[in-house]
């Protein structure tokens, strides 16, 4: 970055240069230069309505095109100059615009401010991210159905305050996810509207006296509304408000994931293994293999969270309309945009690379006489009241565990002791695989409700898009 005592754009009013350290502290080149595609659509899109209203000339209008295509192609490359005197990647472009191309790119600022113009690249910039996370999310969403779909039928045991409490499907825990994941779409796509309106015409605050035409540029840029109120255009940050908190959500979802798997990947529980590309291992203790990736998905949904907070602290006590506060906006919003895109392709890799152990799952299953409410369920079907059949329950339970055996290996006269309106029939609810088919209703853990559900996941996908 070249840092030369040029004079600057607005320096006309100024007796002396801003000191160094200012320089460098105002400035926001060092992070917004990542604005700088869309920055430069929206000029294009704002020199396109100027030329079509008659503000400026078409010969002006092709010298910006021939400008702009020649700036993209240098920071494409790498040989542009980001200079530090130039503030903003708005000011970085402008200047090199009117070197390339001279009066015509500095007629290209004419009724617009850098205000709408920046509320306006965040919000191309964003719609973009929005978009690209979108569709991780789909992807993550197909690799937790191709998994849930192989193992519809293996049960497990599904957990109320961490201990074993019925049986599931581990494609039923998945489809938990699936939901989870499905809800985050759905906030994001409705946040996206809110991102998708134009600024632009605001100008510093006041409006222009110019006569734009803000639905030509709208639709120039894909905004399906514009921003009906000049003072809110240019500091409405709602918008990426309502992304963090939607970027957070989806970590949380990733958050309470990731506990899991570090949980199942424990010796203790050994219901899964994760390919060892998404683990470590220890430096001195050689038998470890550490589950890496979850926990820091899990330590990088606290530093979501913080550009939540902080979005919400940076707006809080501004006035209408800009204040140079605004540009904390971005470094937040990036490094959440990052973090999210960086979690979710990992995460479809790495569920992807799920080893199963079926054996261990139902071995832990084994244990928690996890057919207990089942065993309860079936005395109420022979006429004994619920409160009753949990007393009774209850005490098989004790005895079961005197004994050190599951409910369904208790002998039939055993339990005919507890209750005689017991039968042989109760072997079937006794079982894993009968206490599972039994809930087959919508939303049920039943093999055949989560082929079901997998089913409508996927229709509901090739639906929405
Ligand atoms: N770099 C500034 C920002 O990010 C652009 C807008 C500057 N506007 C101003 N009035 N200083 O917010």
Same mark, same amino acid.
């Given at each position: 970055m070249t840092n030369d005592a040029t004079h600057k754009t607005w320096s006309g009013r100024f007796d002396e240069p801003v000191s160094e350290r200012v320089k460098r502290y105002t400035a926001s080149i060092p992070f917004d230069w990542r604005l700088w595609r869309h920055d430069i659509q929206g000029s294009l899109a704002h020199a396109r309505m100027l030329a079509k209203q008659g503000i400026i000339s078409t010969e002006d209008l092709a010298a910006i095109e021939r400008g702009m295509a020649q700036i993209a192609q240098e920071i494409e490359s790498g040989a542009f100059e980001w200079s530090l005197d130039d503030e903003d990647i708005h000011l970085n472009i402008e200047r090199r615009l009117t070197a390339l191309v001279g009066d015509a790119g500095k007629r290209l600022h004419t009724g617009r401010s850098r205000n709408d113009q920046v509320a306006t690249d965040i919000r191309l910039w964003l719609r973009d991210a929005i978009d690209e996370i979108r569709s991780r999310i789909r992807t993550l969403q197909t690799a937790l159905l191709d998994l849930a779909e192989q193992h519809a039928a293996t049960p497990m045991p599904g957990f109320t305050h961490l201990q074993v409490a019925q049986p599931v499907t581990f494609g039923h825990h998945l489809m938990a996810y699936v939901e989870m994941l499905e809800r985050d779409w759905e906030r994001l796509t409705d946040c996206r509207r809110r991102t998708n309106r134009l600024p632009l015409g605001a100008a510093a605050l006041?409006?222009?006296?110019?006569?734009?035409?803000r639905w030509a540029v709208a639709e120039t840029l894909g905004f399906e509304e514009l921003c009906r109120n000049s003072l809110d255009a240019v500091s409405d940050r709602d918008f990426a408000i309502e992304f963090l908190s939607a970027a957070s959500l989806v970590m949380m979802h990733l958050s309470r994931f990731s506990e899991e798997l570090i949980l199942w990947m424990t010796p203790r529980f050994g219901f899964i293994d994760l390919a060892d590309r998404f683990c470590t291992g220890s430096s001195i203790m050689p038998q470890k293999k550490n589950p890496d990736v979850p926990e820091l998905v899990r330590g990088k949904t606290g530093r979501v969270y913080g550009h939540l907070v902080a979005m919400l602290t940076l707006m809080k006590g501004q006035p209408l309309a800009y204040n140079k506060d605004n540009q904390e906006d971005k470094e937040p919003l990036f490094d959440a945009v990052d973090t999210l895109n960086d979690t979710l392709a990992i995460y479809a890799e790495m569920v992807a690379g799920i080893r199963v152990k079926p054996e261990a799952m139902r071995a832990a299953l084994q244990e928690g006489f996890a057919t207990a409410t089942d065993l309860a369920d079936y005395l109420v079907k022979k006429g004994v009241p619920f409160r009753d059949a949990h007393e009774i329950v209850a005490r098989a339970v004790r005895a079961a565990e005197r004994q050190g055996?599951?409910? #369904?290996? /208790?002998?039939l006269t055993t339990l005919q002791q507890f209750c005689p309106q017991i039968e042989e029939d109760v072997y079937e609810v006794l079982t894993i695989e009968g206490s599972l088919a039994a809930? #087959?209703? /919508?939303?049920?853990?039943a093999p055949e409700a989560v082929q079901a559900a997998i089913a409508h996941a996927r229709a509901r996908i090739a639906q929405r898009g």
């Amino acid at each position: 970055m070249t840092n030369d005592a040029t004079h600057k754009t607005w320096s006309g009013r100024f007796d002396e240069p801003v000191s160094e350290r200012v320089k460098r502290y105002t400035a926001s080149i060092p992070f917004d230069w990542r604005l700088w595609r869309h920055d430069i659509q929206g000029s294009l899109a704002h020199a396109r309505m100027l030329a079509k209203q008659g503000i400026i000339s078409t010969e002006d209008l092709a010298a910006i095109e021939r400008g702009m295509a020649q700036i993209a192609q240098e920071i494409e490359s790498g040989a542009f100059e980001w200079s530090l005197d130039d503030e903003d990647i708005h000011l970085n472009i402008e200047r090199r615009l009117t070197a390339l191309v001279g009066d015509a790119g500095k007629r290209l600022h004419t009724g617009r401010s850098r205000n709408d113009q920046v509320a306006t690249d965040i919000r191309l910039w964003l719609r973009d991210a929005i978009d690209e996370i979108r569709s991780r999310i789909r992807t993550l969403q197909t690799a937790l159905l191709d998994l849930a779909e192989q193992h519809a039928a293996t049960p497990m045991p599904g957990f109320t305050h961490l201990q074993v409490a019925q049986p599931v499907t581990f494609g039923h825990h998945l489809m938990a996810y699936v939901e989870m994941l499905e809800r985050d779409w759905e906030r994001l796509t409705d946040c996206r509207r809110r991102t998708n309106r134009l600024p632009l015409g605001a100008a510093a605050l006041a409006g222009t006296t110019y006569p734009i035409d803000r639905w030509a540029v709208a639709e120039t840029l894909g905004f399906e509304e514009l921003c009906r109120n000049s003072l809110d255009a240019v500091s409405d940050r709602d918008f990426a408000i309502e992304f963090l908190s939607a970027a957070s959500l989806v970590m949380m979802h990733l958050s309470r994931f990731s506990e899991e798997l570090i949980l199942w990947m424990t010796p203790r529980f050994g219901f899964i293994d994760l390919a060892d590309r998404f683990c470590t291992g220890s430096s001195i203790m050689p038998q470890k293999k550490n589950p890496d990736v979850p926990e820091l998905v899990r330590g990088k949904t606290g530093r979501v969270y913080g550009h939540l907070v902080a979005m919400l602290t940076l707006m809080k006590g501004q006035p209408l309309a800009y204040n140079k506060d605004n540009q904390e906006d971005k470094e937040p919003l990036f490094d959440a945009v990052d973090t999210l895109n960086d979690t979710l392709a990992i995460y479809a890799e790495m569920v992807a690379g799920i080893r199963v152990k079926p054996e261990a799952m139902r071995a832990a299953l084994q244990e928690g006489f996890a057919t207990a409410t089942d065993l309860a369920d079936y005395l109420v079907k022979k006429g004994v009241p619920f409160r009753d059949a949990h007393e009774i329950v209850a005490r098989a339970v004790r005895a079961a565990e005197r004994q050190g055996v599951d409910l #369904a290996e /208790i002998p039939l006269t055993t339990l005919q002791q507890f209750c005689p309106q017991i039968e042989e029939d109760v072997y079937e609810v006794l079982t894993i695989e009968g206490s599972l088919a039994a809930r #087959a209703h /919508i939303g049920g853990t039943a093999p055949e409700a989560v082929q079901a559900a997998i089913a409508h996941a996927r229709a509901r996908i090739a639906q929405r898009g």
